[in-house]
Nanobody, 122 residues
Framework: QVQLVESGGGLVQAGESLRLSCQASGRTVSTYAMGWFRQAPGKEREFVCGISWSGDNTYCRDFVKGRFAISRDNAKNTVYLQMNSLKPEDTAVYYC???????????????WGQGTQVTVSS
């Protein structure tokens, strides 16, 4: 079973940047698609960005496209989310997960890590 630990969140002002990391352990995730998700207070968790197992293909939702970028380092069993031009509406707990299948079409998950809090002030 894969354990995922997210880190890198914090409190920033609008327009600033953060880089999130998701470290996998327990088994390699190099053959899995991976992605970032977020959950704002009072809202459903939503898919943000996904990346193919090789890292050659990425997908981000329209509401972050052009501002966020996902990448991975399979040698380190780690996936990243570079977040630029942050907005107050990006405030949420950010989670990562791994799955077999299309990188742009994650399944429903039963298990999540603890996430990392991102707070963007105006």
């Amino acid at each position: 079973q894969v354990q995922l630990v997210e880190s890198g969140g914090g409190l920033v002002q609008a327009g600033e940047s953060l880089r999130l990391s998701c470290q996998a352990s327990g088994r390699t995730v190099s053959t899995y698609a991976m992605g970032w998700f977020r959950q704002a207070p009072g809202k459903e968790r939503e898919f943000v960005c996904g990346i193919s197992w090789s890292g050659d293909n990425t997908y981000c939702r329209d509401f972050v496209k052009g501002r966020f970028a996902i990448s991975r380092d399979n040698a380190k069993n780690t996936v990243y989310l570079q977040m630029n031009s942050l907005k107050p509406e990006d405030t949420a707990v950010y989670y990562c997960n791994a799955w077999g299948g299309y990188y742009y079409f994650p399944p429903r998950f039963d298990s999540w890590g603890q996430g990392t809090q991102v707070t963007v002030s105006s």
